[in-house]
């Protein structure tokens, strides 16, 4: 599904990825893990199309195609999503105005009417049920006032929603307590399918208790130097970066 | 690839006027210039009394000795007043009893601005008193509103047909000598629309004027007078757009509202006139003076949607002179390009208990100045008056100003007053989010406009905010790429 080959990337003449390789299949799951400015939220952004950075080499595939000129919302179009780390608030946009806006726009792109009023509403009201989601909180302004879990909770309500392809999930366990994790979690293994591809993006190794990755990549200097199964992240967690920089020596 | 400041604001600037065009209709008008001949010229082609033509001759002669002001947020070159042109009307004025008898290229006129009055009478249920060129060629739903007793015609047949209403109220609002343009237009106002609601009557529908400047250099001075007598409620609906024109038009209206005890007057407007090209040339001034006074738990909301002008000085007011009255003021104001506005409100607190409300939303892109100017005023009997102020401005890209001059003025210890604002920018962040869930830039710009003007727009009634909704996006969103 997504094939990334020696991809380097730099921001303000700063290189910050230097060529890394990544391929995710189709009903994988991916964690990518790593210390501090390893690169893992620059990747993360630059698949989803962020224009600040700029590709030096290298290609990003989706479904065989070369994605890399696209603009981000065509990339959003042929089914990618991320859910941001710290997402943005729209005030006076209503979650739902938002999540309606999205899903027309991208159907928009691929020629179809809007979607009826009534297969909308039914779509909200089941994933919201999912994500143990309050009907109140789709009236209110996106991301306003919003605490760190209710926005990542929305972020997964999002993605629900637009049913991608491929989804990135970066940070989402930052500022989740442990109920929230769980339903966050939960939410992304019931969306799970043999036809998308999830990428998990994380410090620390407590989300993947929850989402199980088949594959866990460890970033460094902007290159993946280590993969391995779900095994990985638990030594990871046990033996911090460490001995990973010093194999590298 | 990298979408910065520069590229925001090139997509902001590249949105041509979509309403330029020019309507070929034969019209009579006066030679350029002012002088107390031309006034009685006006007065006498519309056969008025001699009382309204000394009126006139009176707001002139103070107009003569008074100055422009100056002490607006707005640069500009002054009209020249003695090159323009002060009357111009449609040559035959048809009597019309339906809108087969409307000049089709005029029909052709509104179609284009899609506002479709067969439309509108269908489906909005609004009485349309279409005002082109200074004088009123249609009057529609006459009839129903008849039948209540509420009058609703254009002002100068107000002048023959109900010459005392209009005599007592005519400049009790706003006096001739109140500032340089309500005085112009005092001399010089060559129509514009009168209402009356009788005691206790709740108007049936929405009163609605659309104008339009169509000559070129021509000068339009429209004069509105709405009087709601007690216990009575009137929505007025005014809109605006202009064709594309080269040179500056001078747009100086006036217009007052009485809102006689417990009254209410809502008073809406989505104005778009012609705002010049994206290099600030042409353009309409846009000088108006609107005010109205709420008697005893009388109620006068004032909402307004401005896109348009290329120069915007208008500061729609409240007299709160009875006690328990209600002012309010919503209002939306873009300006792009270099457009520059300088409006807001004033509300005088004259009467016990007294309320005002002031949203005002700023929203200014390319290299646009918009500035909130408000004046809240608490006069030493105005017991236990309150007062809540709200000013936001929005900008786009790094080349605009907003701007915000609140002024308040409390002679009564009991006074509660709030003043609350907020400055913000669409940010990069912002439009990369919405971008990433499938929306372009141009339907995310728009989307968080609309979410910005949300409290605003919400004032409006359902079929004007559609339009209000359309306009913002006209005059915000550019083509992309």
């Known amino acids: 599904m997504l094939k990334i080959e020696n991809l380097q990337a730099s921001i303000d003449d700063k290189s910050i990825l230097n060529g890394l390789n990544l391929e995710v299949k189709a009903g994988e799951v991916h964690a990518i893990m790593g210390p501090n400015g390893a690169g893992k939220s620059t990747l993360a952004n630059i698949i989803a199309g962020k224009e600040e950075y700029e590709v030096t080499n290298g290609a990003i595939e989706l479904h065989g195609?070369?994605?890399?000129?696209?603009?981000?919302?065509?990339?959003?179009?042929?089914?990618?999503?991320?859910?941001?780390?710290?997402?943005?608030?729209?005030?006076?946009?209503?979650?739902?105005?938002?999540?309606?806006?999205?899903?027309?726009?991208?159907?928009?792109?691929?020629?179809?009417?809007d979607m009826p009023a009534k297969d909308m509403l039914k779509k909200i009201r089941e994933k919201s049920e999912l994500l143990e989601i309050d009907r109140k909180f789709l009236s209110r302004s996106l991301n306003e006032g919003f605490s760190g879990g209710e926005k990542k909770r929305n972020e997964i309500f999002q993605m629900a929603m637009l049913e991608p392809k491929l989804a990135i999930l970066d940070e989402t366990d930052s500022g989740l307590d442990i109920d929230a994790l769980r339903i966050v979690a939960n939410g992304v293994n019931k969306l799970k399918s043999k036809d998308n591809a999830v990428i998990v993006i994380t410090h620390y190794q407590r989300l993947l208790d929850y989402i199980v990755p088949d594959f866990v990549h460890v970033l460094y200097d902007g290159k993946i130097v280590k993969s391995g199964d779900a095994s990985l992240a638990l030594e990871l967690e046990a033996k911090g970066y460490d001995w990973i920089k010093q194999e590298l020596v | 690839m990298k979408y910065t400041e520069d590229d925001l604001e090139k997509e902001l600037e590249t949105q041509e006027y979509k309403y330029g065009f020019y309507t070929d209709i034969e019209s009579e008008t006066f030679a350029k210039g002012l002088n107390e001949e031309v006034v009685i010229a006006i007065s006498k082609k519309k056969n008025e009394p001699q009382w309204m033509t000394d009126w006139r001759l009176e707001a002139f002669r103070v107009w003569e000795k008074m100055e422009e002001p100056e002490w607006a947020n707005v640069r500009y070159e002054k009209p020249k007043f003695q090159d323009i042109a002060y009357y111009s009307a449609p040559k035959e004025k048809p009597k019309l009893n339906s809108l087969d008898e409307v000049d089709p290229e005029l029909l052709d006129t509104f179609k284009r601005l899609g506002i479709s009055l067969d439309e509108q009478k269908k489906l909005a249920n609004v009485a349309v008193d279409i005002v082109m060129d200074s004088v009123s060629v249609a009057t529609t739903f006459k009839k129903t509103l008849g039948e209540k007793g509420i009058i609703f015609m254009p002002i100068s047949e107000a002048i023959q047909e109900h010459p005392a209403l209009v005599k007592k109220y005519l400049g009790s609002v706003v006096p001739t000598t109140d500032n340089f343009y309500a005085a112009l237009n005092s001399a010089v106002f060559s129509d514009g629309s009168f209402c009356y609601i009788p005691k206790g009557v709740r108007c049936p529908m929405e009163l609605s004027t659309y104008f339009r400047i169509n000559e070129g250099g021509t000068g339009q001075f429209e004069r509105t007078l709405v009087v709601a007598d007690k216990g009575s409620f009137v929505s007025y609906l005014e809109g605006c757009t202009a064709p594309s024109r080269d040179e500056n038009q001078l747009h100086a209206a006036v217009v007052e509202l009485i809102a006689l005890d417990d009254a209410e007057i809502k008073y809406s407007t989505v104005q778009n006139w012609y705002p010049g090209n994206k290099?600030?040339?042409?353009?309409?001034?846009?000088?108006?003076?609107?005010?109205?006074?709420?008697?005893?738990?009388?109620?006068?909301?004032?909402?307004?949607?401005?896109?348009?002008?290329?120069?915007?000085?208008?500061?729609?007011?409240?007299?709160?002179?009875?006690?328990?009255?209600?002012?309010?003021?919503?209002?939306?104001?873009?300006?792009?390009?270099?457009?520059?506005?300088?409006?807001?409100?004033?509300?005088?607190?004259?009467?016990?208990?007294?309320?005002?409300?002031?949203?005002?939303?700023?929203?200014?892109?390319?290299?646009?100045?918009?500035?909130?100017?408000?004046?809240?005023?608490?006069?030493s009997r105005a017991e236990n008056a309150r007062n809540f102020s709200q000013c936001d401005s929005l900008l786009m890209g790094n080349a605009c100003g907003a701007h915000t001059f609140p002024y308040i003025e409390v002679k009564n210890k009991s006074a509660q007053i709030e003043h609350e604002a907020t400055t913000s920018k669409i940010g990069e962040e912002q439009l990369f989010y919405c971008n990433q869930r499938g929306i372009d830039t141009e339907k995310a710009i728009a989307l968080i406009v609309n979410g910005f003007s949300k409290e605003v727009l919400n004032k409006l009634p359902m079929e004007f905010a559609v339009e209000a909704q359309k306009l913002l996006e006209i005059s915000l969103e550019g083509s992309v790429g």
């Open chain 1, 65 to 113: 195609e070369d994605i890399s000129e696209l603009a981000p919302e065509e990339r959003a179009h042929n089914g990618i999503f991320l859910s941001f780390q710290y997402p943005v608030e729209i005030p006076g946009v209503s979650v739902t105005n938002f999540i309606k806006t999205a899903i027309n726009e991208t159907r928009k792109a691929k020629g179809l009417e």
């Open chain 2, 279 to 379: 290099e600030g040339k042409g353009g309409v001034y846009n000088f108006v003076t609107k005010r109205g006074i709420c008697e005893n738990n009388a109620k006068i909301s004032w909402t307004q949607v401005e896109t348009g002008s290329a120069v915007t000085w208008k500061y729609p007011s409240c007299i709160l002179k009875g006690n328990n009255s209600v002012g309010e003021f919503y209002s939306i104001a873009v300006t792009n390009n270099h457009q520059q506005a300088d409006t807001g409100t004033k509300m005088i607190h004259l009467g016990k208990n007294t309320k005002s409300t002031i949203i005002s939303k700023g929203i200014s892109a390319g290299h646009s100045q918009n500035s909130y100017r408000g004046l809240v005023q608490i006069n």
